[in-house]
C-alpha cells in the first residue's frame, strides 16, 4: 500500500507522536486556564472576573434597585452583591437567573436559585466560620440571628483560603418582596455582575453614583504571578504545530502519477486519507476521555468543540495537500 503506509516507519511514529503531544500540550494549557478561572470565581465569592461597583447616598429601599433592573435589564443575566458597611460579614444576595453555586459542605447543602429570590422568605448560606452564637439548632434544622430574626440556613461554604472575604459572613437572599428588601442603599456597598457599560451607565444614573469597573481577573492573576497570555502563545503554537506536521505528513506521502490514473491508484490515496484521519480521530478521542481523570476541567464540552474544529482544519489540510498537490513520480 502506497501513501502514508510508505512513509519510513520511525519517522511515520514520531510526527505522529509530536502531534499526539501537541494536542495533550493543548489539553493541559486548557486545564490549567479553567482551573485558574474556577479559582477567580470561588475567590471572588460567585461573581464573574469583572463587574461594576456603586457606592450611593441615596435613602433608597433595595427592593427599588431590584425592580429598576428586573424592568430595564431583563435581557442580561444579572447578580446583585450588597455589602454592608456596618456589618463586614453580611452579604445580600439577588439574582435574576440560577447562578452558579459556590462549593458548599454537606450532604444535603446548597446555595441559592432563582426562586429563592422571587419569594418572600429570606433564606441564609453561612461560611466555613460564621460566628457559632449567631447560630440557632432547633430540631435538626439550624438558623441564623439576624435582626431579631431567624433565617432559614440552606448551605455553609467549603472554607477557601484565598478569599478576600473573611471566613465568617454570611450571605442572605434579597428580593422584591422579601424583608431584606426594605433596607436602605446607603448602607451598603452594591456590586452588580452581567452588565454592559451602557447598563451600568444607566444604573449609576439611577443610583446617583458612579460606576467603578473591577477587572478581578486581573488583580488576581497580579496578586498570583499569572500570565494568561504565555497560556495563550503556547496554545496557538500546539495547534499550529499540528497543522503544520500535519501538512508535512501529508507533502511527504508519495503517489505514482500513472498509478492515480487508474481505480487502484485513486484507493490507494482514499485508503491513505481514511488512515490519517483515523488515526487522529482516535488520538483525540484518547485525549478526549483520560486526560479529564487527571486534570481539572470545568467545561469539556469547550474542549471537545475546539479539538473538533482542530481536526476538521487538520483533515482539509492533509486531504488538500494529498489531492491538489503536484505529484511526483516514483
Known sequence: MRGFLKLNNMKKFLL????????????????IKQSQNADIILTNNGLSSSYCVYQPNLKLKIRKLLQYLDKNCKSSKLQ?????????????????????????????????NKAEFQGNVTFAVISAHTPVANIVTSQNNRYLK????????????????QSEIQQSAY?????????TGNNTLNNYKIIVDGLNKKQAKKV???????????NFAQTYNLKHRINPTKKLVFGIICILFIWGISAMIAYNCHFNRRDLAITKGKHSMIVNILQFNII???????????????????NSSAVLKLFIFIFIIQSAIYDGIIFFRPKRRQ
Not at 456589618?87 to 458548599?104: C, F, H, M, R, S
Not at 439576624?146 to 483560603?161: F, R, T, V
Not at 487522529?280 to 470545568?298: K, Q, T
Request: with cysteine.
Open 280 to 298: 487522529n480521530f482516535i488520538m483525540i478521542c484518547i485525549i478526549y476521555f483520560i486526560v479529564p481523570m487527571v486534570w481539572f476541567y470545568s
Open 80 to 112: 446583585v452583591q450588597l455589602k454592608s458597611k456596618y456589618d463586614t460579614d453580611e452579604i445580600l444576595v439577588w439574582a435574576n437567573y440560577n447562578i452558579k453555586g459556590q462549593p458548599v459542605i454537606g450532604d444535603n447543602a446548597r446555595y441559592f
Open 204 to 214: 449609576g444614573h439611577f443610583l446617583k453614583a458612579k460606576a467603578i469597573w473591577v
Open 16 to 31: 505522529i507522536v509530536t502531534i499526539f503531544l501537541a494536542f495533550v500540550g493543548l489539553a493541559f494549557t486548557i486545564s
Open 171 to 179: 450571605y442572605l437572599t434579597t428580593g422584591i418582596q422579601q424583608q
Open 146 to 161: 439576624y435582626e431579631g430574626q431567624y433565617i432559614s440556613i440552606i448551605g455553609q461554604l467549603k472554607a477557601n483560603d
